[in-house]
Nanobody, 122 residues
């Protein structure tokens, strides 16, 4: 069983920065971790993913150059550094774990955190 606890969401002005954290227990199940987001009335969308071992990353085009995903293997924690935030980044952000490697489809991720709210004001 993998348990994920995500945190770090907040209200921030446009142009600001936030760092989200996802603490994973039982992570030996997973080969990669991802961040997704869901805005009201919209489908959940992929943001970024990272492999635990190699640190290889994958990003959605909408966040490339602004967001950075990283991991601390010793702590079993994955981070999402979000810079140059825009109002359209407003959403509930979820971390997720997969055993199937890097990927952008929510369907390949088995375990999910509870979500953390990010609100970017204009």
């Amino acid at each position: 069983q993998v348990q994920l606890v995500d945190s770090g969401g907040d209200l921030v002005q446009a142009g600001g920065s936030l760092r989200l954290s996802c603490a994973a227990s039982g992570r030996t199940f997973s080969s990669a971790m991802g961040w997704f987001r869901q805005a009201p009335g919209k489908e959940r969308e992929f943001v970024a993913a990272i492999r635990w071992t190699s640190g290889s990353t994958l990003y959605a085009d909408s966040v490339k150059g602004r967001f950075a995903i990283s991991r601390d293997n010793a702590k079993g924690t994955v981070y999402l550094q979000m810079n140059s935030l825009k109002p359209e980044d407003t959403a509930v952000y979820y971390c997720a774990a997969t055993a199937y490697g890097l990927g952008s489809s929510p369907s390949q991720y088995v375990y999910w955190g509870q979500g953390t709210q990010v609100t970017v004001s204009s």
